[in-house]
Nanobody, 125 residues
């Protein structure tokens, strides 16, 4: 069983920065693809970023590319999302997710086996 616990959300002004963390329990972290998704009120959950195991290749949604950076520390079983130049449209609940299955469809929420409880990010204008 894997548990994911996010932290680091909060209220920030437009143009500001936040860093989200997601700590994972269990032995599967280092061999799993990790991702961040977000869900704004009234909208579907959307892909934000993902990072592969071993080679650490990263993938980003177009809307955050160049502003957000995903990284992982396998010794700490933690994945991070550094968010810079935040915009009001980034306001959402952010979820981390873990994929046990080496799926290439990293952008699809259906591929992920475990989810955190979510952390609220609010960007004021």
């Amino acid at each position: 069983q894997v548990q994911l616990v996010e932290s680091g959300g909060g209220l920030v002004q437009a143009g500001g920065s936040l860093r989200l963390s997601c700590a994972a329990s269990g032995r599967t972290f280092s061999s799993s693809t990790m991702a961040w998704f977000r869900q704004a009120p009234g909208k579907e959950r959307a892909f934000v970023a993902a990072i592969s195991p071993s080679n650490g290749r990263t993938y980003y949604a177009t809307s955050v590319n160049g502003r957000f950076t995903i990284s992982r520390d396998d010794k700490k079983n933690t994945v991070y999302l550094q968010m810079n130049s935040l915009k009001p449209e980034d306001t959402a609940v952010y979820y981390c997710a873990l994929d046990l299955g080496y799926s290439t469809r990293y952008y699809s929420s259906l591929e992920y086996d475990y989810w955190g409880q979510g952390t609220q990010v609010t960007v004021s204008s």
